[in-house]
């Protein structure tokens, strides 16, 4: 990772002693993180769908483009309590807050089941409340963006879940799905991993929950 730091610094370097294009810090290490991805992506035989895009792996949030909302999902398992937490926040091009869903509901399942239960939360509500807006859906599960990028879930064990993910998608040509660093989606794992786990759903819109 330090050698790809090192790397991206000599490229931004170059570019603007050429080029006079200068990234910022942020876009700096994200670019950096996505090259072992990259680099890992192309070892994986297996998941023949699977395709890197540009600014997969970001350790920092960065914000989106204009007219463009970025929502960040991730999953919890309470397991002295049995149940399964969800966290959603949907941020603007300013990074200003818009909305957040948490949702706590009983049982307990694997952690990347619980993470795909969480993307298609995700997505239902995105239906219902955002479906006229173009929206980038971070998940910090590589294996469920793996697997929701191939089209294709005969070979998960969460298959279900996953065709529910990819019946949503296909009515949200607006969304597009993204993989994320745990560190880049801390928001979302606050909300979802919030000490009051009372089963149920809880929304906030204008005003944020902490």
């Not at 298609?120 to 859906?137: N, P």
């Not at 000490?195 to 929950?209: H, L």
Request: aromatic share 8%.
């Amino acid at each position: 990772m330090m050698i790809m730091v090192i790397w991206a610094i000599w490229k931004n370097r170059n570019e603007t002693v050429w080029n006079g294009v200068c990234k910022s810090a942020v876009e700096l290490l994200n670019s950096a993180s996505s090259m072992p991805l990259q680099w890992e992506s192309t070892q994986v035989v297996e998941m023949k769908g699977w395709r890197v895009k540009p600014g997969d792996g970001a350790i920092v949030w960065n914000k989106p483009k204009n007219g463009v909302l970025k929502c960040n999902v991730d999953g919890a398992i309470y397991h002295q309590e049995s149940k399964v937490g969800f966290g959603i926040v949907l941020r603007d091009s300013h990074g200003s807050f818009v909305a957040a869903r948490r949702k706590i509901t009983p049982g307990i399942a694997d952690p990347s089941l619980v993470e795909a239960m969480g993307v298609r939360e995700a997505l239902s509500w995105i239906k219902e409340r955002f479906h006229d807006k173009v929206i980038i859906l971070e998940s910090d599960s590589l294996s469920v963006i793996q697997v929701i990028r191939a089209f294709s879930s005969s070979s998960s064990y969460f298959r279900d879940t996953i065709d529910d993910c990819l019946s949503l998608l296909n009515d949200l040509p607006l969304v597009s799905c993204m993989f994320t660093r745990r560190s880049a989606n801390q928001v979302a794992h606050a909300i979802a991993k919030a000490t009051d786990s009372i089963s149920g759903v809880v929304v906030w819109e204008g005003i944020p929950p902490y």
